[in-house]
């Protein structure tokens, strides 16, 4: 039901970015004879970020959202090693595949955006990986290529964003408040790519 009742949201807010009197009649949310005031700045509307981890509501993201986030799938109810172990190469590559399964031929104007929540720059990368990888219950190699962790030097978090962005077509990329200084250098790096 959370799922219908975010999918009439979208619609209806989509009406309202129009401009025109709205009369949106769904099963959980209804508007009629409303004034769309204050208008829009921007055509369209803001753009739509939907997020998840699970096929249908990455499927329902792709077919509404101007940005899909690609999340774990906590469908177990708590983060735990279950939704960590879901983000994995392999979990995110199926995840795209949902995407684009509710995108149809509009994949290709949606941004994706994934949160790199196990991020540390430093020049040790492999005892960081290793220690991360330890208290996640994942194998060091499969964090390494993991598409929420970006761990080691500047110069390696810059080419594996880029190969993710190559891969799987992410090119938006959120990291942790705790970490923002340490990734200003690979910002900077990334500037024009």
Known sequence: MRIERMVEYVE???QFFTGADLDY???????VDMQAVPAAVQLGGPRIMIGGGGPRVLGVAGRLADIVSINF???????????????TAAGTADKIEWIKAGAGDRFDQIELEIAAYFTTVTDDGAAATQAMATGLGLAADELA???HALIGSVEHIVEAMLERRERYGISYVTVGAKVLEDFAPVVAALAGN
């Open 73 to 87: 799938n906590n469908a177990s109810g708590k983060i735990g090693a279950d939704g960590v172990g879901s983000g």
């Open 12 to 14: 209806m807010a989509r």
């Open 25 to 31: 009649r769904g099963e959980h949310v209804t508007a």
């Open 145 to 147: 290529l993991h598409p």
